[in-house]
């Protein structure tokens, strides 16, 4: 017998195919991704090729953190295929809204629900307490293929072949990408290698890199950073004598470039921290809006500003 129930949402869905036809999602693509944040949609684009069209909702500079679904989005997730977020609380204001969808879908995955807890960055005291920022450790992003490779068989058996292939990649490419890290960054001596930025994006980086991270706030961006904690850090910096201090393009650098001049530091240039930039090639050669052009870009960032 059919539920009365399910009239309404199969109405609903026939309304939803309607408007969302002038979604960016291409028609011919065997799986359509919808992506919360631009390194997600990255890292599924990367492993699905051609076979897969990915739209992210959140564009560059635009911080997961404090953001909100608008009425487009809702409805471009309920027209996904698969549903791919980043999960431990990134995508704070969200969590309602995938909560909901992954009660009537399969196919809603968090890109970081296989990583072993024991390789995450403890925040808190609350249970599920973790820094969500791993793709500043490129072994543990790496660690994310197989979550996004499984999901997308699970949604399209017929590229398994495909996708495990571009995965095995990936994997590759990342495993040099960071070994290129940790060479380029040999050269800024121990005692320069202090990272100071807005927020504290940068702890898994500071733990794989071998850098003592500071950030103005905490783990995440929502509120805004206390007159106490711009003191402390202007202290900290002419004690130390560290000479350059960073802004990230999804926080304001309103409080940084103050402490910056309270400080008489430098500002070193700005980080991609929890979104990739825009599309094109910066100063440096490198395409920011893919993981492994951000990531290049804030090393050499880096070590400009702090060899
Ligand atoms: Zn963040």
């Avoid at 999960?87 to 909560?99: C, S």
């Avoid at 009660?103 to 005291?125: F, K, M, N, Y």
């Avoid at 999804?250 to 700005?270: F, L, M």
Wanted: aromatic letters at 6%.
């Amino acid at each position: 017998m059919t539920s009365l129930g399910s009239v309404p949402s199969v109405l609903l869905g026939v309304l939803l195919m309607v408007v969302a036809g002038g979604s960016s999602l291409r028609a011919d693509a065997v799986v359509r991704v919808v992506a919360t944040t631009s390194l997600v949609a990255d890292l599924v684009r990367e492993i699905g090729g051609t076979r897969v069209s990915v739209k992210s909702l959140m564009g560059p500079g635009v911080d997961p953190h404090s953001y909100q679904p608008t009425p487009s989005d809702l409805r471009a997730l309920q027209d996904a295929d698969v549903v791919a977020f980043h999960g431990l609380h990134l995508e704070g204001r969200m969590e309602n809204v995938l909560q909901r969808l992954r009660s009537r879908r399969a196919q809603v995955v968090a890109i970081t629900s296989d990583l072993p807890v024991t390789r995450l960055r403890r925040v808190g005291e609350g249970e599920g307490a973790y820094d969500p920022h791993v793709w500043f450790e490129v072994g543990l992003w790496r660690e994310c293929i197989s979550t996004v490779v499984a999901a997308l068989v699970r949604a399209d058996p017929a590229g398994t072949e495909t996708y495990q292939a571009r995965g095995e990649a990936l994997r590759a490419r990342l495993v040099a990408l960071d070994e290129w890290v940790r060479r380029e960054l040999a050269v800024i001596p121990k005692e320069r290698r202090v990272l100071v930025t807005s927020h504290d994006a940068f702890g898994y980086f500071g733990r794989a890199y071998d850098f003592e991270v500071i950030g103005l706030q905490g783990i995440s961006t929502v509120g805004e950073a206390a007159l106490s904690a711009m003191t402390e850090l202007t202290q900290l910096l002419a004690r130390r004598r560290i000479p350059a201090i960073f802004v990230e393009s999804s926080v304001s650098p309103k409080a940084i470039q103050r402490v910056a001049a309270d400080a008489g530091v430098r500002v070193g240039g700005e980080l991609y921290s929890d979104s990739l930039g825009a599309p094109g090639l910066a100063a440096d050669g490198t395409d920011p809006s893919t993981y492994e052009g951000m990531v290049r870009h804030n090393v050499r960032t880096l070590v400009s500003a702090l060899r």
